[in-house]
T-cell receptor, first 114, second 114 residues
Framework: ETGVTQSPTHLIKTRGQQVTLRCSSQ?????VSWYQQALGQGPQFIFQ???????GRGNFPPRFSGLQFPNYSSELNVNALELDDSALYLC?????????????FGPGTRLTVL | DQQVKQNSPSLSVQEGRISILNCDYT??????FLWYKKYPAEGPTFLIS?????DKNEDGRFTVFLNKSAKHLSLHIVPSQPGDSAVYFC?????????????FGEGTQLTVNP
């Protein structure tokens, strides 16, 4: 059973550019959540996808968008990058059902915006 | 508005002694609480959780205490080991399903000295 993987590991972009980050969920999981972790802060919820539909969104502008594919892999897209978008981006997969099911996090993608 | 707060950015303890990490929350809708551990270059990993209907949950060396009236929870690690050195995040959820978003605190860097 493979865990949650993310690509790329590191990325450097300039202000105004667009970026796509990728996440491969743990086998059998149908839910993926994305978080932004700024330096010295805890992860902040961006949005969640369940069965390819957005299923909740945090306090992030529309230039943050996502996709979930039939194989439950996922993308996070950020348009018009700003300096404050520099952060570690984490995805977490889980199997949504009855009761609590653990969210498994990937190692993250470190995005630097210059 | 920081709904989950960890007021101690760092904690240093001797091997074999008790580590106590604290967390406060403000949102009365939170009813499920979790602790995650994070090593550098890895994603957060689930450690232990507690539902709001309980006031204590134990798992080996780890115990989480919840004081609902004070909106406070703590993680006790006894005995502490050097391998416990990591950043510990407190997280809260409104609802026990894996579909619920997690709200994280800022994290506490625990260092266990041999």
């Amino acid at each position: 059973e493979t865990g949650v993987t993310q690509s790329p590991t590191h990325l450097i972009k300039t202000r105004g550019q667009q970026v796509t980050l990728r996440c491969s969920s743990q086998s059998g999981h149908n839910t993926v959540s994305w978080y932004q972790q700024a330096l010295g802060q805890g992860p902040q919820f961006i949005f969640q996808y369940y069965r390819e539909e957005e299923n909740g969104r945090g306090n992030f502008p529309p230039r943050f968008s996502g996709l979930q594919f039939p194989n439950y892999s996922s993308e996070l897209n950020v348009n018009a990058l700003e300096l404050d978008d520099s952060a570690l981006y984490l995805c977490a997969s889980s199997l949504q059902g009855m009761g609590w099911n653990e969210q498994f996090f990937g190692p993250g993608t470190r995005l630097t915006v210059l | 508005d920081q709904q989950v707060k960890q007021n101690s950015p760092s904690l240093s303890v001797q091997e074999g002694r008790i580590s106590i990490l604290n967390c406060d929350y403000t949102n009365s809708m939170f009813d499920y609480f979790l602790w995650y551990k994070k090593y550098p270059a890895e994603g957060p990993t689930f450690l232990i959780s507690i539902s709001s209907i309980k006031d204590k949950n134990e798992d080996g060396r780890f115990t989480v205490f919840l004081n609902k009236s004070a909106k406070h929870l703590s993680l006790h690690i006894v005995p502490s080991q050097p391998g416990d050195s990591a950043v510990y995040f407190c997280a809260a959820s409104a609802g026990e399903t894996s579909g619920s978003r997690l709200t994280f605190g800022e994290g506490t860097q625990l260092t266990v000295n041999p």
